[in-house]
Each structure stands twice: as C-alpha cells, then as structure tokens.
C-alpha cells in the first residue's frame, strides 16, 4: 500500500505529489522534482520508475533495490539549473535511511539532464 505523505518530504499527498510520476499520470518538470520523485521511488521500491528515470547510456539492468534498507527523510541541499528552461542541472541531497534498523545518510551531487523533453537521471558529480 502507498504511503499517506509522500517520502519525499513535501507536504503533499504521495498519490498528488511523487505518485503522479510513479504512476506515469505526469512528468517532472524540474530536476530537483525529478530527484524527489526518485527517492520516493526508492523510499516505495518502485524500480521500474527508477530504471525508467535514467539515462539510458548508463541505465543498469536491474536496481537491486536492498527490501531492508528503509529510506526515511530527504533533504535537498543545493540545486543549480534544473529548471524549467534548462536543460541540465543538479541536485544536491542527504538522504536518510534505516539499514536494518541502524541509522545512516548518505549525500550525492546528482546530475540531470533532459532527454526528448522529459528529465532524467544522468549520474553523480
């Protein structure tokens, strides 16, 4: 069942905000959106949105999402570009998790370009 509010921290309905997305109903119009819309694919274990959401040069075959990691809160830091007249930018963020019940974050500098009009995930900086 999908969450009430949406993991990736807006105040938001999951199925008004990121769920749209999951659900092909809407496309981000941002990078920082399309970044959201990842982690909550990750937060919900929505691998084919998150293949769906990357660039194809080096698009894996398989996510390999890990059913014990728990991703629990998104803070997004920075954001240069990425917005609705570019078409490249990047995102800065700390995600949180629960790896088995233990506590972590991580941080990545994300980069995002557009691809036959719609954003997609091209790697880290």
Do not use: I
């Not at 999908?2 to 905000?17: H, I």
């Not at 959106?33 to 691998?47: H, I, K, N």
């Not at 014990?68 to 609705?84: H, Y």
Request: net charge positive.
């Amino acid at each position: 069942m999908p969450p009430r509010t949406c993991p990736c921290g807006l105040p938001a309905p999951y199925r008004d905000c990121c769920g749209r997305f999951h659900r092909g109903e809407a496309a981000p119009a941002t990078a920082e959106q399309l970044m959201r819309s990842r982690f909550s694919a990750f937060a919900t274990g929505d691998e084919a949105y998150l293949l769906h959401s990357w660039h194809p040069s080096d698009r894996p075959a398989r996510v390999g999402l890990d059913r014990k990691v728990r991703w629990t809160r998104l803070e997004v830091l920075q954001t240069t570009g990425g917005s609705v007249v570019h078409t490249e930018g990047t995102v800065r963020f700390r995600a949180h998790y629960l790896d088995r019940g233990t506590p972590g974050e991580m941080e990545e500098d994300s980069r995002f370009v557009r691809l036959e009009g719609r954003w997609v995930y091209a790697g880290t900086l």
